[in-house]
């Protein structure tokens, strides 16, 4: 058989982790990406990542870490993958530290850990307040070493514009795009592996960096492939307004003891500092008194939108409130939060020392994504050699990192998405490559009218786009469509504006038709990609819109107050397991519970069957057809989550 | 009242070989804008001051919060990020150009390969036996983190190189931030086992002896990386090397 290779899409830690770990294999890759590698959004992390190493004799472990994970997604995420991934999380951080990432030290010299969001435990490893940036330089310097040593290829500035699919419908190359000279060409690869991050940009502005639009994982949707989860969007409860991103205000400044207000007095203009203590309104301590500020993500998140949206309180009218560290002394702040707050200031112009903070909630990440596929063994683990792991619905084709959707259920706990990133693109590697040795035909092999046909298709897309004279500005009409998701699928969600929004987005979509390509150069030009891009976000706006109009319950971060299940205040989610086990003996015993329990129970029960699933959306007739699918829950039994 | 307005004049260049020419936009003031978020609004109407409709203008932008180094040009004559360059702090008009020490991709954008190249060169990355389970890393004082971490953040921007007199774009200087990535590796406890290979290209032509001490670099380095410090650090090493090659070649 004729030599093979595989080709990677997107250098953030997913593809980068990927491409070393089946090079290793003495497999050739050829690595793609819109911009160079070291760019990637992965740089943004700031937090840290997850690993049960229990440095601080804590009694932690990759199983409290996979009870965490599973409780923290709401039980929606594969438990054999999150367990798999747990297990490997000591390994991963051991292998980042070996890769000469400069982490946190202990007085020993170990590693040391911080706390994060949804655990008891110091689990989360951490180099500075720039994890996200030391862990992707160390996966970029690997790459490069292999680049140098001859097995891995490079193609920076190129796009990714679709796989190309045999007679079989097997993956069997990529038609890529030259960003700088405008050519479309096709690269032969045996597998083709899309690492190409989360969709913030769907929103317009969102935590996310400037190339995250989810083109690549919805043209495999396009082609075909099945999409998962898509309504499932985090939106962090602290970002910092702005007109170009919106940027994270990491939890630790609550963490501080940073005190979340408004001014009682609905436009109320008066500068902060000269609002009197009774006349603030600090509603998180009001309405949580035992959590006060520091309520989980999804909470937080709830409650400033509630203040603003329908209380009319946000600060000067607009959506945005006080986050205020201002009561404690410039020494302290600069010592606990130096890091966070020089990011503050630097990009307000204003000292979060001397005045407080102003912050809204954002996008922050996609739960779901592209769906993938995997093999279990016995022990609930996974199977590291099945070519099946992290492959999409069109075979031949993979995913891995924010682009896929199984490990994060319905919301993602803190530190554990750089971990999932790594942990898949090395997990997947030997699966690769024992898919790519097994294939009848190597892409090589393949006649090449295969191959001109998908460029043909492709050119003549661009050809027309080059050739759109219509009114619309392609920038204008992303910047309505991010307005317009902000505004109706972000943290309430309610049926009739959903339904209203899709009707929206497809006029949208006729609009597409009308905009103008603003610039016609051939070199370097990036307006024909992005107005392609604006098609794909479109697309995928419609996946989560109707993904969230569908889905008539309350579940992790995508909330729905028609649906809450109304726990009762009293109720402890151990209850339910006496209930569980009961009912796995045979009988349950009624009167052990109180009414008033027992109907949540049973509502709890109800809701599940129905809708402890997987979404799926297949693009059907132009619109997302959504089923749903069973998810693993064989190892940790679903149980009510609390909040307080 | 006339409504207040941000004025910016940009360097524009269709592509490697031809000419520059100025352009000048003038849009809305918003309050809290910066240099990127004044780009994207003449992005979504790329008319100049005169009233011409022109292509929009084209730079490097991703993570929009100095930590992935692609926004990098030259605003009213310094070199640094256009993502935390706020408008309100910088004197009007706003002059916007490419960094001069790497070649105009087109407008704003240019091409930095060559510090990807250099880094290369120095073999800035660990020399590991396999991405397999090999138990925990090696332990490292807290002190040395804390100046390896330093080191490490440096985002491969270029603000070094066009400010540093030495490097142009007609020679083969090296600059200082492989020089500095040389000196990060050549700490680690790992790393250091093939310090000697990364001392050599600092050796030859365009390495650290090209380096005319001007000490422009660190001035210029957003992430205030030592990197005057670096290279001092680095020149002690290349001549312990040298020292240590004519002794061996004797011998
Ligand atoms: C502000 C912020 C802070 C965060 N902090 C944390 C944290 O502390 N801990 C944590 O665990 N997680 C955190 N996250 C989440 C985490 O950073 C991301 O989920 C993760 O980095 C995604 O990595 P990735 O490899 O999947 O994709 P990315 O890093 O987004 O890389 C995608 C790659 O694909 C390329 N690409 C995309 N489309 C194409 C195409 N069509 N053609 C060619 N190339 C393409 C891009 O160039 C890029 O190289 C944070 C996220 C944000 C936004
Ligand atoms: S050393 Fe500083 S200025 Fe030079 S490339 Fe690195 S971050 Fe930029």
């Known amino acids: ?644 | 009242m006339a409504e207040k307005t941000i004025t910016i004049q940009i360097k524009r260049q269709d592509s490697r070989d031809s000419s520059s020419y100025w352009q000048t936009f003038e849009i809305p003031y918003k309050p809290n804008s910066n240099v990127i978020s004044c780009l994207m609004d003449i992005r979504r109407n790329p008319v100049t001051k005169e009233g011409k409709q022109v292509p929009p203008v084209i730079w490097e932008c991703n993570c929009l919060e100095e930590v992935c180094g692609a926004c990098t040009m030259v605003i009213n004559g310094r070199v640094r990020q256009s993502c935390s360059a706020l408008i309100d702090t910088l004197a009007q008009p706003v002059r916007l150009q490419p960094m001069s020490k790497f070649p105009v991709v087109r407008d704003l954008a240019v091409d930095r390969s060559r510090m990807f190249e250099n880094l290369k060169k120095v073999k800035a990355w660990m020399q590991v036996d396999g991405y397999h389970d090999l138990g925990p890393g090696a332990k490292v004082p807290e002190t040395n983190q804390g100046i390896a971490y330093k080191l490490s953040e440096c985002m491969t921007c270029g603000c070094c190189m066009e400010a540093c007199p030495q490097f142009s774009l007609n020679n083969n200087f090296i600059g200082a931030a492989p020089i500095s990535q040389a000196r990060l590796f050549n700490m680690n406890p790992v790393g250091k086992f093939i310090a000697e290979q990364r001392l050599q290209p600092l050796m030859e032509a365009g390495g650290i002896g090209d380096c005319g001490n001007a000490q422009n670099c660190v001035e210029a380095c957003p992430k205030s990386i030592p990197l005057t410090e670096s290279i001092a650090e680095m020149s002690k090493q290349v001549s312990v090397q040298m020292f240590k090659n004519i002794f061996q070649k004797r011998s």
């Open chain 1, 1 to 644: 058989m004729s030599k093979q290779r595989v080709i990677v899409i997107g250098g953030g830690l997913a593809g980068l982790a990927a491409t070393m770990k089946i090079a290793e294999q003495g497999m050739q890759v050829l690595l793609v990406s819109f911009l160079p590698v070291k760019r990637s959004h992965s740089v943004c992390a700031q937090g840290g990542i997850n690993g049960a190493v229990n440095i601080k004799g804590e009694g932690d472990s990759p199983d409290i870490h996979f009870y965490d994970t599973v409780k923290g997604g709401d039980f929606l995420g594969h438990q054999p993958l999150c367990k798999d991934m747990c297990y490997n999380g000591p390994f991963v951080i051991h292998l980042m530290d070996r890769l000469g990432v400069t982490f946190n030290r202990t007085p020993e010299g170990n590693l040391d850990f911080r706390r994060f969001g949804g655990t008891l435990h110091h689990r989360t490893a951490f180099a500075g307040a720039t994890t996200g940036q030391q862990l992707l330089y160390a996966l970029d310097e690997q790459v490069r070493r292999l680049e140098v040593e001859g097995i891995v290829e490079k193609m920076e500035w190129h796009e990714y514009l679709g796989a190309i699919l045999n007679d079989e419908g097997r993956c069997v190359g990529a038609v890529i795009h030259n960003l700088r000279s405008g050519e479309i060409v096709s690269e032969r690869g045996d597998a083709v592996v899309l690492a190409t991050g989360g969709p913030g940009l769907v929103y317009g502005r969102s935590t996310n960096s400037a190339v995250c639009t989810g083109t690549a994982t919805t043209s495999a949707y396009l082609q075909g492939a099945k999409y998962g989860n898509g309504e499932f969007i985090q939106i962090h409860p602290s970002a910092i307004p702005g007109h170009d991103k919106l940027r994270l205000m990491s939890e630790s400044a609550r963490g501080e003891g940073g005190r979340v207000w408004v001014p009682r007095k609905p436009g109320d203009n008066r500068p902060p500092k000269q609002i009197p203590d009774n006349e603030r309104y600090y509603f998180l301590e009001e309405r949580y008194p035992l959590f006060g500020n520091l309520v989980p993500r999804d909470v937080g998140s709830r409650e400033i939108y509630d203040v603003c949206i329908n209380g009319g309180l946000g600060v000067g009218g607009e959506n945005k409130v006080y986050l205020d560290l201002t009561h404690h002394s410039r020494e302290h702040l600069n010592r606990r939060l130096g890091g966070i707050l020089e990011i503050y200031e630097k990009f307000t112009g204003v000292d979060p020392r001397e005045n407080p903070m102003e912050i809204f909630p954002a996008v922050h990440y996609s739960m779901g994504g592209i769906w993938t596929d995997y093999e279990r063994t016995e022990e609930g683990l996974i199977n590291h050699e099945s070519p099946r792991n992290q492959s999409t619905s069109l075979t031949g084709l993979y995913a891995a990192g924010e682009a896929d959707y199984q490990y994060h259920g319905a919301n993602r706990l803190g530190a554990n998405s750089l971990l999932s990133c790594i942990y898949t693109g090395l997990m997947m590697g030997p699966g690769v490559v024992n898919y790519v040795k097994n294939v009848d035909q190597a892409a090589e092999d393949i006649p090449s009218s295969v191959f001109e046909k998908a460029v043909q298709e492709k050119k003549e897309r661009f050809d027309q786009i080059k050739a759109m004279k219509g009114k619309e500005n392609p920038y204008a009409l992303h910047h309505e469509l991010g307005e317009l998701m902000i505004a109706n699928v972000l943290i309430v969600r309610e049926n009739d504006k959903l339904e209203k929004t899709l009707d929206v987005i497809n006029e949208y979509e006729e609009r597409w038709n009308n905009v103008e390509c603003v610039d016609t150069q051939v070199w370097t030009n990036p307006v024909p990609s992005y107005i392609n891009q604006l098609y794909n976000m479109i697309q995928l706006s419609k996946i989560i819109t109707k993904g969230a109009m569908l889905r008539n319950e309350f579940r992790g971060a995508h909330y729905k107050p028609e649906f809450d299940l109304n726990q009762p205040k009293d109720f402890k989610p151990e209850t339910y397991l006496e209930y569980y086990e009961q009912k796995q003996n045979g009988k349950v015993n009624e009167d052990s519970f109180t009414p008033e329990h027992m109907e949540y129970m049973k509502r709890f029960e109800a809701n599940n069957d129905k809708w402890l699933k997987s979404s799926i959306a297949q693009f059907k007739n132009g619109q997302p057809d959504i089923t749903y699918e069973e998810v693993d829950t064989s190892l940790v039994t679903p149980r009510p989550r609390k909040y307080d």
